[in-house]
């Protein structure tokens, strides 16, 4: 996912979040709009997480984004 994608998507890349870590509270989630890496150390806090399990759970986060905001494509009948 660009960079500028994610701002564009921030409403619907908010509530992946959201359903995702559902420990993590509106502002935790507002402050990591415009920078996800913020929400590293909003993980460690919120799951006491290690800095490690904390970059690698948002990694692996991270990898889904581009495919559930990616546009759908649509079919049209011939």
């Not at 509270?25 to 806090?45: R, V």
């Not at 919120?46 to 581009?66: M, P, R």
């Amino acid at each position: 996912m660009k960079s500028g994608t994610i701002k564009n998507d921030w409403k619907e890349v908010k509530g992946l979040i959201k359903a995702k870590f559902e420990k993590l509270n509106d502002e935790s989630i507002d402050a990591a709009e415009h920078n996800l890496e913020l929400l590293s150390g909003k993980l460690q806090s919120a799951y006491g997480y290690a800095k490690e399990q904390a970059e690698k759970e948002l990694k692996n986060f991270k990898a889904t984004l581009h495919e559930a905001t990616k546009p759908q494509k649509k079919t049209t009948k011939t």
